[in-house]
């Protein structure tokens, strides 16, 4: 682990500033991910800011009948929520069936959808990783792939994503919505979810602040 620079953020729109004047930085909240990837030298932020104390961690109803949910929301909390339960026992489950609940004390909302692979290759920093660094090339092709993807893969990358609840998310239809200090933007594959009558949304802070949306509620960071 490489040293670096602690900073913490006083609310949303200072984070998205630091990350944008900083873009070595990185975002910490739980670091359940993060802080084991700067052990393995995978990545080497420049400076951490802290953004745990931020008030995003609360689920509300909204008036189309969805829910905002805090993407700093520790995943238990989330999971045993009692309108998650009733609304969206899936996405529930596939939460709990993640990792351990020490884990999911730690681990929040946002991170949640932002932790990396567990491709071998891509913790093995001696060998080539596209999505380590770009280019170089994917070893798991003709590797060692039995935990690497089936379906949607590409000559670039046989990874599969670690995260159970972006499963569910997906099975819900979510969206993301990104805000930056240019504004808020959703990427281009599902802008045609916008017109769901009843969304499910979820901010998260990574280089922006991004919103899921799905056809069902809302989460937001």
């Known amino acids: ?10 609310d949303v729109a200072d984070a998205v500033l630091q990350i944008a004047t900083d873009p070595a930085a990185k975002f910490i909240a739980g670091g359940t991910n993060l802080i084991d990837l700067m052990k393995e030298d995978v990545e080497r932020p420049s400076r951490l800011i802290d953004i745990s104390r931020l008030p995003l961690k609360s689920v509300e109803e909204t008036a189309d009948g969805g829910l905002r949910i805090g993407a700093l929301m520790p995943n238990s909390d989330l999971a045993w929520h009692p ?15 993640g990792a351990s609940q020490q884990l999911r004390n730690m681990a929040s909302t946002g991170g949640n959808l932002l932790q990396r692979t567990r491709c071998f290759y891509f913790y093995d920093t001696a060998t080539p990783c596209n999505k380590r660094k770009p ?5 798991a092709i003709d590797g060692i792939n039995r935990i690497s993807a089936i379906l949607g893969t590409s ?6 994503h670690p995260s159970d609840m972006c499963v569910a998310l997906s099975a819900l239809g979510a969206v993301v919505h990104l805000k930056s200090t240019s ?5 281009e594959g599902e802008r ?7 969304r499910f949304h979820l901010w998260i802070l990574t280089k922006c602040i991004p919103q ?3 056809q069902s509620a809302i989460f937001r960071v």
């Open 1 to 10: 682990m490489i040293n670096f620079q602690y900073a913490r953020a006083n």
């Open 83 to 97: 309108l998650i339960e009733q609304r969206y026992p899936l996405l529930s489950s596939a939460i709990l069936a």
């Open 135 to 139: 280019g170089s090339g994917c070893s």
């Open 155 to 160: 000559e670039a990358c046989i990874a599969t």
């Open 183 to 187: 504004g808020e933007r959703t990427p």
């Open 192 to 198: 045609d979810h916008r017109t769901t009558r009843r």
């Open 212 to 214: 899921i949306r799905c």
